[in-house]
């Protein structure tokens, strides 16, 4: 697996995980929870972040359309 591929793969998974870890504040936590806006704020980043990678990789020829 090409070291770009596994970049994609993690930042895939982390967003997942930030995404799950929001889910349990919403139920876990009280009304005020700053730990729900944190947990969705890196979510946010991480998908802008993500699609940067995404676009510089197509740039550079790193990946292509339809590649697995």
């Known amino acids: ?3 770009i591929k596994l ?5 895939f ?3 997942i995980v930030s995404l799950a870890s929001g889910l349990v504040y919403l139920f876990k936590d009280e ?3 700053k730990r729900l806006v944190k947990a969705l ?3 946010i980043g991480l ?3 993500l699609f940067i990678i995404l ?4 740039a550079l020829g790193l990946i292509t359309p ?3």
């Not at 970049?7 to 930042?11: E, G, R, S």
């Not at 676009?55 to 197509?58: D, F, P, R, S, T």
């Open 1 to 3: 697996m090409s070291p």
């Open 7 to 11: 970049l994609i793969l993690l930042a």
């Open 13 to 15: 998974v982390a967003i």
């Open 31 to 33: 009304h005020d929870s």
């Open 41 to 43: 704020t890196w979510r």
């Open 47 to 49: 998908s802008v972040a």
């Open 55 to 58: 676009l510089v990789a197509y």
């Open 66 to 68: 339809g590649q697995l």
